[in-house]
């Protein structure tokens, strides 16, 4: 436990100044801080609408947006970006040299990269609901304050989060045994494509294949006859999440014992 805690906060200060860390940060500050302007300098289109469907409407500009490529994505960036620090200063064999072992070393890196998903979608269910109340604030008439959706916000990002797992284990794994930046990277972006066409064309069998996973948690995400007729009831622990939870949890494990016995350079 003590060599993973070392090798987890040895990541954290090895990435602080890199995209990958950055953009978990700046990626939900700037969808919300539009979605933010949209609603404020239309505010009259919105003035109407009851505070449920304001909520909606405000959450569902970045929820469109992760759900069906920026997420995917992302995940494939932030899995590349952990390992490519290694790969970059050519330090896997002083990593893997030093008295800690090779499987703290592997899960810290894939948990600092799991971390990073999680703060950047925790960050947008914060800025979503900061900038949601502030807008009934400065315009009075759009009523955010009228209706609490905190818990239902903050579930459907927990669901995003859980289907973005199983791209995060095979990319973790891909850019660990690939240096270079094309193969990871272009494998991940086709696979995100297919997996948007299968999801949005609802394919029966699209939630077999991790990257259809997100923009099918969203699809999947109400739960029906559920709750009063006025209240929205997040399913979220669906089919997809289910199938990515289980492939994310079975490539980590292949990844290690692949890594264990071979030599990374």
Known sequence: MKGFLLSFRSEFYKSRKTAGFWGAVILPLVISILAFLAFFTKSEKFAMAPAMTLWVQFSAVSLSSMGSLLLPMFTIFIAYSVNNVEHKADTWKTIFSLPISRWAVYSAKYFYALFL???????????????????????????????????????????????????????????????????????????????????????????????????????????????????????????DVYVSVVISVVVFVLGYYIVQRRSVK
């Open 117 to 239: 998903i999680f703060l950047c979608l925790t960050l947008f269910v914060v800025f979503t609901i900061a900038f949601g109340n502030f807008l009934s604030v400065l315009k009075p008439e759009l009523k955010f304050n009228e209706y609490h959706m905190e818990a239902e916000i903050a579930q459907v990002y927990f669901k995003l989060f859980l289907s973005a797992l199983g791209i995060l284990s095979i990319q973790f794994l891909l850019s660990l045994l690939w240096s270079d930046f094309l193969k990871p990277m272009g494998l991940g972006f086709v696979a995100t494509i297919t997996g948007v066409i299968l999801a949005s064309n609802n394919w029966q069998y699209a939630y077999l294949f991790p990257y259809s996973h997100p923009i099918g948690a969203l699809k999947t995400m109400i739960k029906t006859n559920k709750g009063k007729a006025n209240d929205l009831v997040i399913d979220v622990f669906t089919q």
